[in-house]
């Protein structure tokens, strides 16, 4: 079987730019033009660091770890 290649991004990235940018969605089209990934990579949300701000977050995957951290921040997931 082929393995899936992610870039990883864990959810202490996820607060940087929420706070910075003053974002509720990141998507992976936020993360392409924030710079943390090329236009082919697919995206896995990791669950390092603390969120504290409710965010809707469209990624191809999510630990555990993190799927807990963002709904538990009053957020969302989706796999996209």
Do not use: C, H, M, W
Request: glycine residues 8%.
């Amino acid at each position: 079987p082929n393995r899936v290649e992610y870039k990883g991004i864990n959810v202490a990235v996820l607060q940087a730019l929420a706070e910075a940018r003053n974002l509720t969605v990141i998507g992976i089209d936020t993360l392409r033009e924030a710079g943390f990934i090329n236009k082919n990579q697919l995206v896995k949300i990791l669950g390092n660091g603390a969120l504290t701000k409710a965010i809707e977050v469209e990624a191809n995957a999510f630990s555990k770890k993190a799927e807990e951290a963002i709904v538990a921040a009053g957020g969302t997931v989706t796999k996209k």
